[in-house]
């Protein structure tokens, strides 16, 4: 009767609890066989909830960043129209610098935009988003911030930004200093497989190659070979005194000793030894293999870029009105120079080219202009491709893009000689770089006059090779403006050397800029200033246009997303109540049944115990 009355207890019991909570199974033991799959749903569940918060404040970045593209757009249309509304003869010089205020007003609205953040995550400074992207360097504003954007997973393999950069929206950084020389590093033994195009240009797939040491043929697998070195390691154990593999400057050399003949191929279908180059044999002596063409890397070797690298002289940078001299000497790898240009503080950054053959050297900020050169006579720039203003430089990057205007069919300008009669007329029709310049007018001076780029720092330099008292100078000829474009109508008085300006400076054709030029050209009353400010502006419109345009879209693909996942978790929770939760009309009737059954026991239980030894005396 005990173990009957305990057994109902219980069973009222977890149907009391049942209807309290309304679940079916509160504890393992109430279901076994279902608190697995209970457990896994919880845990998709844990992971919905979690998406949906990441993607709420996603969609709220996204959100900001759309609101914070429209607001600048507003800005540059406005300051767009002020820019239109000073050309011409209803403006002068008083109301130019009125709205000069205005246009003041714009910049700082714009850099406040540019620096706003959410929830601490700066809008438009893409991974470095801890804070803020742009600060006042130099008279114009630096931007900080990466050129890659936070990024959100909307599962599988959607992945989408969520904040802008910028790089991107504003065009924050310059890029016209790219890398004019392939820097072409050499091979070494440390040469990661990784970092090389390979013999055929297509990387390296690494394998298994056949070796043929007279006549005997060995299999050697190769994939486990991370560096060239490690190559050399694994065929030099087969070939021992017989010869040697070696890394050399292009990639390998097989060599064979006397009376031998070494032969390296790939097996059937494979490709390793023509990737590595050394699908080759040697007899008897050295066989070169193909060229690996080895990328630069940070941390390729300045001494593998080859002689021809002088890094004694270092880099003179300029950067609006602030010069420092960059001391190369004591770099060992292209990460030390990249560390050694952050550290001198300029405003500039050196990164590898997407291609790694070469070097660019970035301008990080706006509204002012920069120049790289060389520094006493050295050669650190040049050979390192990153001099502004270099033989290969196009004369359309001059002045700021603006070019040099060249008269066609006459000449352009004359150079006056220190001894009074010497004139040499010179004609720039088709010449489209620096070179093109130097190589005309060393022509038309047939050895009188010599022009070479400057030795220290940036510009043409003319040299008086006849010499005299008189000046020796650069005027125009027939209305042409080419010698002031390139910085040459000077005169140098007595002296036989003639420096001309740096007139290849580099600036960030960014928002900022166009924004600073359009306040500094109707401060200087300049009426071609405002109207090529005008003019970018009404472009940096149609380009914010087009960066909203994108921001829309990862709006509209972080709402689907949402929209997904709610009905995934609706689908959980459904799943999940089928096997957790009560059926309170099934609890609510087992209840009565319990109820009944507990008391009939009593019932049953009172009768029996309240009989005594007379009921039985009969």
Partial sequence: MLANLRRTNVGLLKIQEQLSTGQRVNRPSDDPAAIGSISTLRKVLE????????????????????????????????????????????????TREAQATVIDGIIDSFLEISNRDYQGLHLFAGQKSASAPFIEKFG???????????????????????NSNGATAFSALSSRVQGAVDLDPDAAATTRIDNVNGARSSGVSLGTVAVDVNGTITNIDLSAADTLGDVADLINNTLGADGSLNVT???FTLTAGAGN???????????????????????????????????VTN?????????????????????????KVINTSTVTTVQDLINTVKAADIGVRIEINANGTGLNLINEVSGTQLSVGENTGGSTATDLGLRSFSSSTELSDFNLGLGVRIESGVDDFQIELGDGTTVIPVNLDGATTVQDVINAINTAGGGDVTASLTADGNGITLTDNIGGGSDFKVTALNNSFAAEDLGIRKNAG????????????????????????????LL?????????????????????????????????????????????????????????DADYATAITRLTQLQQQLEANLTVSSNLLSLSLLD???
Wanted: proline residues 0%; charged residues 20%; without cysteine.
């Fill in 494 to 521: 007595a002296s036989a050397t003639l420096n001309g300006d740096d007139v290849a400076t580099v600036q960030s054709e960014s928002i900022f800029t166009h924004l600073m030029m359009l306040r500094d050209g």
């Fill in 299 to 323: 941390l390729t070797d300045l001494t593998q870029l080859g002689a021809s690298v002088n890094l004694a002289g270092g880099l003179k940078i300029t950067n609006g009105n602030t010069t």
């Fill in 249 to 251: 400057a292009n990639g």
């Fill in 261 to 295: 003949t070494i032969t390296i191929s790939d097996i059937g279908a494979g490709v390793v030894a023509a990737d590595l180059g050394i699908g080759i044999t040697a007899t008897s002596g050295s066989t070169a293999g193909g060229d690996l063409d080895p990328r």
């Fill in 616 to 618: 039985f005396i009969g």
């Fill in 140 to 162: 114009g504003y630096q931007y900080i911030g990466s050129r890659t954007n936070l990024t959100d997973d909307l599962g599988g393999t959607q992945i989408i930004d969520i």
């Fill in 47 to 94: 992971d919905f909830e979690q998406k949906l918060s990441n993607l709420d404040r996603a969609g709220n970045v996204v959100d900001q960043t759309d609101q914070a593209l429209g607001e600048a757009s507003n800005l540059l249309i406005e300051a767009s129209s002020v820019a239109v509304s000073q050309i011409g003869i209803n403006s002068d010089a008083d």
């Fill in 524 to 580: 200087n009353n300049d009426e071609d200033a405002i109207t090529i400010a005008g003019e970018a502006l009404q472009a940096d419109v149609s380009e914010l246009a087009t960066e909203r345009a994108k921001v829309g879209v990862r709006a509209n693909a972080i709402t689907n997303q949402v929209e997904r996942t709610e009905d995934r978790k609706v689908t959980t929770e459904a799943l999940l109540s089928d096997l957790r």
